[in-house]
């Protein structure tokens, strides 16, 4: 962290500099060719030096390109020639109007930038509110609906029933929606703490309990303490390895284990994710991380929407991590949620 | 079924529906229901009549949430369940940080609320005795806080300073979320280091010790990413 504003710095002193040289080169030019060439060549060059020097370095950089053009201007291309004194009165006049152009032009260039990154930020901030707002308006009906049709279900009448389960699966979709904007939109809020696999999928057996449709999860876990321990956000990571698990659970034989483990891999803690479906042909494995994507074959009342994997990526990738998947061994997928391991020495000093 | 006879609810939140919602959650039971919509009304009405829990929804037109929260909390002890539409986890520390003991999500089921409100007055009531000298029996396991000593069938198992420490202030605040923060600061004080991380490995290393089986622990429960509760009914 602290090497960043050191290298800005070098970075402005480097530009400053670069803008320099091209006034001293473009000033020698037209020195060289100064026999054929009159004030208004001189002051449409220097313009547009000073104007490219405020599109890319700011006001300040704009600002002292115009002082120096006028100086350089007045030193050698106006006679006599190395001097600030002035033959004609009437070039002062086209000298001073230069240099309140090139001023103005600068000013009008950062002003134009400073409008276009607040009007950037407002957006922003506008399309939060908006999921905030979304979130917050679909969800208080959902909950009036949801607990009217709890309160009026009776034992001879599933139409109640129904719709307290639609709302539900509506509840579901708002939340993935929400989830995928904001992943596409770069917005998800990642806070990655040391966090402890064996905790990651304890978690996650909880949450999925009850939703396999009775087929087992099986976990297994290393007992080595350093090996499990990683980087992570670990509400997001779980909503991440929940997503998989359901998608095993979708694509696997009626019955058949769903398997989890937890491994060390180089700098990487990977979660894995086995199933024993019909596996994924390799020329579709990028494109079942797609949004919406459906898989050919497979009914369309499959569940959800197929947002699950692509939320689950993104969340690996906005952490710095990666998700993908791959044959298993004996048959079927394995998908692997990857973020960054901690070091075995960072892990001892504590 | 709901709340127990007698006790006085406040219910604070600016829409009718969901107002309607807690209110026939608690129909079955004999409490009484009060009701606020906004949040000066509420800190007003909760001085007034001192409810034995308060149902607070974050989404108020004139004041946050969570300054409800801490302002009643400044005085009253009365347990506090915040209804949210949002599920940060930042949200979520801050406002048990500010002295909220549950939270729900939108939407919710009745019967989830009912039973999370009932659980509330339960530990309100108990609360005075709970975890000071009394020993505790869990299935196989036997746990005396002031000994201190901890038996699985019997048989004794040590404990070290910090996993008893840890063991003592989640039982002390058994069905209650503490946040990381919260449980940091009771079992190592003011001292500095990776909360996270020493967390994480103790919470880790109790588990391997009192749960039956650590991966699925049912007795310590991870609230991701905002911290851990003691369960046992």
Known sequence: ?350 | MAAPTGDVVLVIDDEPQIRRVVRNALAAGESRVLEASTGRAAIDLAAAERPALIVLDLGLPDMAGIDVCREIRAWSSAPIIVLSARHADAEKVALLDAGADDYITKPFSPSELDARIRAQLRRSRLAPAAGEGEVIVIGPLMIDPVKPSFKRDGVPIHLTKTEWELFRTLIKHAGRTLTHRQLFHAVWGNSSGDMQQYLRVHVRSLRRKIEADPVRPVLIVTEPGVGYRFDHE
Not at chain 1, 15 to 38: D, Q
Not at chain 1, 68 to 94: M, R
Not at chain 1, 142 to 169: G, M, N, Y
């Open chain 1, 1 to 350: 962290m602290t090497s960043a504003p050191a290298s800005r710095r070098g970075i402005r002193t480097g530009e400053w500099a670069a803008w320099l040289v091209a006034l001293a080169l473009v000033t020698v030019v037209l020195v060289a060719f100064r026999a054929r060439l009159n004030e208004a060549h001189y002051a449409l060059a220097y313009l547009l030096l000073v104007q490219g020097a405020s599109a890319r370095g700011g006001r300040p950089l704009g600002v002292a390109l115009a002082v120096g053009s006028f100086v350089c201007f007045d030193l050698f291309l106006l006679p006599p020639y190395g001097t600030l004194t002035i033959q004609n009165p009437l070039n002062w006049l086209a000298l001073l109007a230069f240099l309140a152009t090139s001023l103005l032009s600068a000013e009008l260039l950062y002003r134009a930038q400073a409008e276009r990154a607040a009007a950037l930020e407002a957006a922003h901030r506008a399309k939060d509110q908006v999921l905030a707002a979304v979130s917050h308006d679909l969800r208080t009906p959902l909950t009036t609906i949801k607990a009217l049709a709890h309160e009026l279900a009776t034992p001879d009448d599933d139409r109640a029933a129904v719709i307290e389960e639609e709302a539900d699966r509506l509840t579901e979709l708002v939340g993935q929606l929400l989830d995928l904007s904001r992943i596409a939109s770069g917005a998800v809020v990642v806070n990655a703490q040391p966090n402890e696999a064996e905790d990651l999928l304890g978690a996650a057996a909880q949450r999925v309990a009850g939703r396999l449709d009775g087929r087992e999860l099986r976990i297994a876990v290393t007992t080595d303490d350093v090996l499990s321990f990683g980087r992570f956000d670990f509400s997001q990571t779980l909503r991440a390895l929940v997503n998989l698990i359901e998608n095993a659970a979708k694509y696997s034989p009626a019955g058949a284990p769903i398997d989890v483990w937890a491994k060390r891999d180089g700098r990487w803690l990977v979660f894995v994710v086995g199933d024993r479906g019909p596996g994924i042909p390799a020329a579709e494995r990028d494109r079942i991380f797609e949004p919406y994507y459906r898989r050919p074959g497979v009914a369309p009342d499959a569940g959800g929407a197929g947002l699950g994997l692509s939320i689950a990526r993104g969340i690996a990738e906005a952490q710095g991590g990666t998700l993908d998947v791959g044959e298993r061994e004996g048959g079927g997928s394995e998908f692997r949620l990857s973020v960054p391991a901690i070091a075995e020495a960072e892990l001892r000093r504590s």
